[in-house]
């Protein structure tokens, strides 16, 4: 079991992990707000079951909303669910969710302590990108959703998260790692975790921008 663990680590290129002390930096004060928080994000969540805005519903095994706590500093923005996610009605499930549970992991967290969620709530049919008419009509989950849990930063995955949250026209291999801002929240950008199983040399820039936010995150 310790073994498996340190072995993902360094299959994520860490060879040191912060000690366990740095957790409740990530985590809200405690209880504040979180009854309110807990129980607008479930009403987000029918409301999303509700959604006919387009058509991905048709297609759906369940709509995915989130997973994590709504009290996290931390939120994690990924694409849309593919087919682990479909079927299991949770985010970042599959292998990429496996390796975002080890980057998260690397930063001295635990995956519960933080948020993550993807700019679309239903799978797209065979994993195409997202089209712009979909993102535009999921947008205001994901708005809710950030204003709700109100994190201290945002770290979206890959370029389709980026380009919805910061615009079509910036280059996640340009701008990630750099500190942006999204509905008054910082948004740091990284490389998609599937991206990094398919480029394994890749990792070591996404560990630097998650340096990044783990180090804005223990500005505050
Ligand atoms: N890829 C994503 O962008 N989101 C998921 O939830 C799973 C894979």
């Known amino acids: 079991m310790v073994k498996q663990h340190v072995e993902g680590l360094l299959a994520f290129g860490v060879t040191h ?12 004060r405690a209880g ?23 058509p991905l519903y048709r297609t759906r ?42 980057m998260i992991v690397a930063m001295g967290l635990r995956r519960d302590a933080v948020y993550i969620c993807n700019v679309l709530k239903d799978r ?16 205001p989950f994901l708005d809710t959703q950030i204003d709700v849990v109100a994190p201290q930063v945002i770290c979206t995955l890959g370029a389709v998260a980026t380009k919805a949250l910061l615009g079509p026209y910036v280059s996640i291999t340009k ?20 991206y990094l199983l398919r480029n394994p040399p890749a990792k070591k820039f996404a560990w ?10 223990e500005e505050q």
Do not use: W
Not at 17 to 28: D, H, R
Not at 124 to 137: F, I, K
Not at 208 to 217: F, H, P, T
């Open 208 to 217: 630097a921008d998650l340096k990044k936010v783990k180090q804005l995150l």
């Open 175 to 194: 701008i990630r790692g750099e500190v942006r801002e999204y509905r008054g929240v910082r948004l740091v950008p990284t490389f998609h975790p599937a």
């Open 124 to 139: 797209p049919p065979n994993n195409r990108t997202p089209l712009p008419e979909e993102v535009e009509a999921c947008r």
């Open 17 to 28: 992990v912060p000690s366990a002390a740095a957790s409740p930096a990530v985590l809200g």
């Open 32 to 54: 504040q707000g979180r009854d309110a928080k807990t129980e607008r994000l479930a009403r987000l969540a029918e409301e999303v079951e509700r959604c006919r805005r387009c």
């Open 61 to 102: 095994t369940h709509a995915v909303v989130s997973d994590g706590t709504p009290q996290a500093r931390l939120m994690f923005v990924g694409e849309a669910p593919g087919r682990d996610e479909d079927l299991q009605g949770k985010p970042f499930v599959g292998a990429a969710g496996q390796l975002l549970t080890k």
